[in-house]
């Protein structure tokens, strides 16, 4: 069964939004293996199940869960708590899973361990998620060689937001990594408004397992 890591290029990219469309186009479970920012109720599995309305069971717990919306490593300094990455193992299930980062691709889980090293370790295709807005082009070619230097599998390219045409070129020109696909503002930010953008055939067509 084909699992896949979604990262992104910072915080605010948008990779809750393309995990629950992956989630419900792909039928997959959903999983975050490190929750930060639980204080003020900013839980991403929370977003992913009123967004697809798929049951409990297809949500996997946390590893690791912390109240402030900070880096893991010092979301759990603050709790007086160490992540030991070793034990965050990839939950048993017949589906495949959209496993989600907390993040950007090189965010520190402890002082020597970045979310990259997490998904080389879990041995895990990556979708990268990006913006196309004014220093994308940056972050996108920063976060490609991080997961190229772990010699990770990067499946491809979803681009989020308002697209900016002239970046998303440039970075596909200059990464030679497959763009897969382009989730714009989806409005309304609804299980209605998911279910509607993932029926567009390009959309389905990309994440059909087959093809990715």
């Known amino acids: 069964m084909k699992n896949y890591f979604v990262t992104g290029t910072d915080t605010g990219c948008g990779k809750t939004v393309v995990s629950s469309c ?15 920012g639980t204080i003020d109720g900013s839980i991403d599995k929370l977003i992913v199940q009123r967004l697809t309305g798929l049951e409990e069971d297809r949500f996997h717990p946390s590893s690791y869960s912390f109240r ?8 759990a300094s603050r709790e007086k708590r160490k992540i030991i990455i070793e034990k965050i193992k990839i939950p048993q299930s017949d589906r495949p899973i959209i496993i989600e980062g907390a993040g950007g ?4 889980i402890t002082r020597k361990k970045f979310m990259v090293d997490l998904i080389a370790r879990l041995h895990l295709s990556v ?9 994308t082009i940056n972050h996108t070619l920063l976060s490609v060689e991080a997961i190229r230097n772990r010699h990770i599998n ?23 990594v497959n763009i897969i696909g382009k989730v714009p503002i989806i409005k309304p930010l609804s299980r209605h408004g998911v279910e509607s953008f993932i029926k567009n055939d390009n959309f389905a067509n990309f994440l059909k397992p087959d093809n990715i």
């Open 105 to 108: 691709i090189l965010v520190p």
């Open 68 to 75: 402030q919306p900070l880096s893991p490593l010092e979301a």
């Open 127 to 135: 979708v990268l998620v990006c913006k196309t807005s004014l220093g």
């Open 22 to 36: 992956l989630v419900k186009a792909l039928d997959a479970d959903y999983w975050k293996p490190i929750q930060t």
């Open 154 to 176: 990067l499946v491809g390219i979803v681009f989020s937001g308002k697209i900016n045409k002239w970046v998303a070129r440039a970075i596909a020109e200059m990464t030679k």
